[in-house]
């Protein structure tokens, strides 16, 4: 008996040492790159990083906004495209697929999660840039070179479909039975009782689906490299090309360390694109504690 509690208080005690290194982990990512980036933190003002619009690192201007609100587009469109898709999506596999088309569909589905960023960005290049270029900007009037906002918001969403698909249809298998036979009992149509039952009830886990995605979609460096055209200037259209500033940390860091200040700037992008995860995630959390109380 003596053994068995034993185990169990150090079962419990590890799994708690476990959750701090954990958090802890994420404090020491944050402090690591904030005493790297430090040096250009004290040289420049932070008003000056944050909203110039200059990047001349050989004449010491180092404006982060371009990439800044680079990222912003991109990940924007992406989120746009992939949210509406991903969900319908769901439904479909979750509330109406015969069990032979899910079996068949969701391995498919998820195939694409492993699918290396290296490969969308080359599938980008060939297919979705001449399809922009050629295309889509025409029909809209517009000229475009193909390495745009829009590319790489259109891969960037297929990148993200497999992780908000998946969890939201494990999201739609919580609901339970009862309610869906509850409305339908009372009269309610197929739908009525998606929309207002299943999709009502899923609602905080699609939300968390999404942040996930959008998590994803923030960090993706590869493909989006590729395809966005690296610009530092702040796009004013679908068309425009963008850098995005995980684009910027991996086609830069390694090069030109030798300029003063590059390197801290390098490391200050990755502390910003940290700190933009980092919002919108606990701004989705306290979404969701605000849809769970109204829910419940």
């Not at 922009?132 to 475009?144: L, N």
Request: aromatic share 10%; with cysteine; glycine share 6%.
């Amino acid at each position: 008996m003596n053994k068995r509690l034993i185990k169990d208080k150090l079962a419990s005690r590890l799994m708690f040492m476990l959750t701090v290194f954990m958090i802890a982990l994420i404090f020491a990512i944050v402090i690591g790159l904030y005493m790297k980036s430090r040096p250009i933190l004290v040289t420049k003002a932070p008003h000056e990083l944050l909203f110039g619009t200059k990047w001349r690192p050989l004449k010491g201007e180092f404006g982060f906004l371009p990439f800044i609100m680079g990222t912003f587009w991109v990940t924007g469109v992406s989120i746009a495209i992939a949210v509406p898709l991903c969900l319908l999506s769901a439904i479909y596999l979750s509330e109406y697929a015969h069990k032979r088309v899910r079996a068949f569909s969701l391995p498919l589905i998820d195939l694409l999660a492993g699918i290396p960023s290296i490969i969308y960005g080359m599938w980008g290049v060939i297919v979705i840039v001449p399809l922009t270029r050629d295309v889509i900007a025409p029909f809209f009037r517009v000229f475009s070179s193909g390495y745009s906002v829009l590319t790489a918001g259109i891969v960037l969403a297929i990148m993200i479909v497999p992780v908000i698909i998946h969890v939201s249809i494990e999201v739609f298998r919580t609901v339970p039975v009862e309610l869906r036979e509850a409305s339908l009992s009372l009269g309610a149509t197929k739908w009525q009782t998606i929309k207002h039952v299943v999709i009502r009830k899923a609602l905080p886990g699609i939300i968390a689906a999404v942040v996930l995605g959008l998590s994803r979609a923030f960090g993706e460096t590869m493909a989006v490299l590729m395809i966005a055209g690296n610009v530092a200037r702040i796009p004013s259209s679908l068309f425009d090309a963008a850098y995005p500033l995980p684009a910027l940390i991996a086609n830069n860091y390694g090069e030109m360390l030798s300029v003063p200040l590059y390197d801290s700037a390098l490391l200050l992008a990755s502390l910003i694109l940290m700190a933009i995860v980092l919002v919108f995630t606990i701004a989705s959390r306290l979404i969701l504690i605000k849809i769970e109380r109204r829910i419940q």
